[in-house]
């Protein structure tokens, strides 16, 4: 099989286009390879004008999760419904809750007194999910996702950087864990609560540590590497346990020798394990520093990994993630979340899923 790179493709497509001989693409694939793209991103009902631009550049679902607060898990249910309305009111279909603890889980990450009820908490939240539709939830129980610095990239945008010396002068957390506490606690919980998603129809998708690196604020972190997401699919081996597929995390991980993130994402997605994409590029690695850069200006072949998607059959969420803020955005209010990137990675997707016929939608 061609090893298609985005510089190749352009390359070769340049010169055929100079010659008349590439073909009117469709908008959207109709027959293609198995797999199918649903593209969305990550909203909050308030962000009306963002709501709008998804719904102009064709972008119909949504992720993004209900408020709980003040109700009891017997309320779940008609909180999931009402916001799955509003959505639906707003012309758009939810398809991940991502919250990475929907409901509290300090006592099932500890395996202290306490986590049997926090336990029945989760089976009420998936039972509802069940009920509502939704299909999908993205959860993790490490620490993370803080970054240390900015820096400025093509044009004078602005991404986020993590370095992973400067983080070892942040706050601790208030706890210390090992990594035998930490497996212990999450094979109790995966064996308990993967019966119920299979029950109630839906998957979860455990999305790495950020960054993938251990330890991390004073403790250890487990989701760090390929080798722990098959000691994760091991504990429970079913379609409903399974990954969120962060590009960023998995690019910026240490691998085996022989691994790379276009073998381990193969693997994982004709495994049927990827739950959900988090489509995005980063420079450096966790045990060091990286930063998250341009869609079309990292290292990843993002071609390429559309492609391992649709040909290994993935028809799931895949959302656009950690995009630089642009001229006249705001760079320090929600970091890598501003929009101008974003409008601009969707673009770039959809640019090339229509140039390679993989059905989305």
């Known amino acids: ?124 939240y998936v039972e509802a999910m069940g ?49 035998d506490q930490l497996w212990e606690a999450l094979t109790w919980f995966i064996q308990r609560i993967t019966p119920v998603c299979e029950k109630a129809g839906v998957k979860m998708g455990y999305h790495p540590n950020d960054p993938s690196v251990s330890p991390y604020l004073g403790s250890a972190q487990i989701m760090i590497s390929p080798a722990a997401y098959r000691r994760l699919f091991a504990i429970a081996d079913s379609p409903y346990n399974g990954v969120s597929f962060c590009q960023g995390n998995f690019r910026s991980m240490k691998y085996a020798p022989g691994e790379d993130i276009y073998s381990v994402a193969t693997e994982f997605a004709e495994r049927k394990k990827i739950q959900f994409v988090h489509f995005r590029d980063v420079e450096g690695t966790a045990d ?26 993935f028809v799931g969420p895949l959302r656009t993630d950690h995009a630089p803020a642009m001229e006249g955005e705001d760079s320090e209010k929600n970091p890598g979340y501003a929009m101008l990137g974003h409008i601009h990675a969707l673009g770039f997707a959809k640019g090339i899923m229509q140039a390679l016929n993989i059905a989305y939608e």
């Open 1 to 124: 099989m061609t090893n298609l790179t985005r510089r190749s493709w352009i390359k070769g497509n340049a010169a055929l286009a100079a010659a008349g001989a590439i073909p009117t693409l469709p908008r959207q694939a109709a027959a293609g390879p198995p797999g199918r793209i649903i593209l969305s991103h990550v909203l909050s009902l308030d962000q009306k004008d963002r709501i709008k631009l998804c719904l102009q550049m064709g972008v119909r679902h949504v992720v993004s999760s209900p408020s709980l607060r003040g109700i009891g898990p017997d309320q779940y249910e008609a909180a999931m419904r009402k916001h799955k309305e509003a959505w639906a009111e707003a012309g758009m279909k939810v398809a991940v809750y991502e919250v990475m603890t929907p409901v509290p889980a300090d006592n099932i990450r500890r395996g202290t007194p306490g986590r049997d009820q926090e336990l029945r908490n989760w089976i009420a």
């Open 131 to 179: 009920k509502v539709g939704i299909p999908v939830l993205c959860y993790n129980f490490g620490q993370g996702g803080r970054r240390t610095g900015r820096v400025v990239l093509r044009g004078g945008a602005i991404s986020t950087e993590h370095d992973y010396e400067a983080s070892k002068k942040l706050p601790p957390v208030a706890e210390s864990l090992t990594e």
């Open 288 to 313: 060091t520093r990286y930063h998250e850069t341009f869609h079309d200006e990292g290292p990843t072949d993002m071609a390429r990994m559309l492609q391992i998607y649709a040909r290994s059959g």
